[in-house]
């Protein structure tokens, strides 16, 4: 997992993959609310990895679509949701 650094607004975990604009724009929203976060790149990691990063994201999206954006194991936001995002982060 990468650490993007920002102010403080919980355990956020970014659920992405290199290739998926949606993600970028995920990312890119995160990093401009100057927010601190992490995420990871599941389709750039080692199968082993990739399994088990996977099976912990299930426990919040079934289905395993991307981007999944996860605050402190409580709010998960599937797909790019500006609104929502905002919302949530307060900005």
């Given at each position: 997992?990468?650490?993007?650094?920002?102010?403080?607004?919980?355990?956020?975990?970014?659920?992405?993959?290199?290739?998926?604009?949606?993600?970028?724009?995920?990312?890119?929203?995160?990093?401009?609310?100057?927010?601190?976060f992490h995420y990871v790149y599941v389709d750039l990691l080692?199968?082993?990895?990739?399994?088990?990063?996977?099976?912990?994201?299930?426990?919040?999206?079934?289905?395993?679509?991307?981007?999944?954006?996860?605050m402190d194991d409580k709010i998960c936001i599937i797909g790019?949701?500006?609104?929502?995002?905002?919302?949530?982060?307060?900005?």
């Amino acid at each position: 997992m990468v650490h993007i650094e920002g102010e403080d607004k919980g355990k956020i975990i970014l659920y992405a993959l290199s290739t998926c604009v949606w993600c970028k724009k995920t990312k890119k929203l995160l990093t401009e609310l100057g927010v601190d976060f992490h995420y990871v790149y599941v389709d750039l990691l080692e199968e082993d990895e990739k399994e088990k990063v996977l099976d912990e994201m299930k426990t919040h999206n079934s289905l395993c679509s991307f981007p999944t954006l996860v605050m402190d194991d409580k709010i998960c936001i599937i797909g790019y949701n500006e609104g929502r995002i905002r919302e949530v982060m307060g900005k």
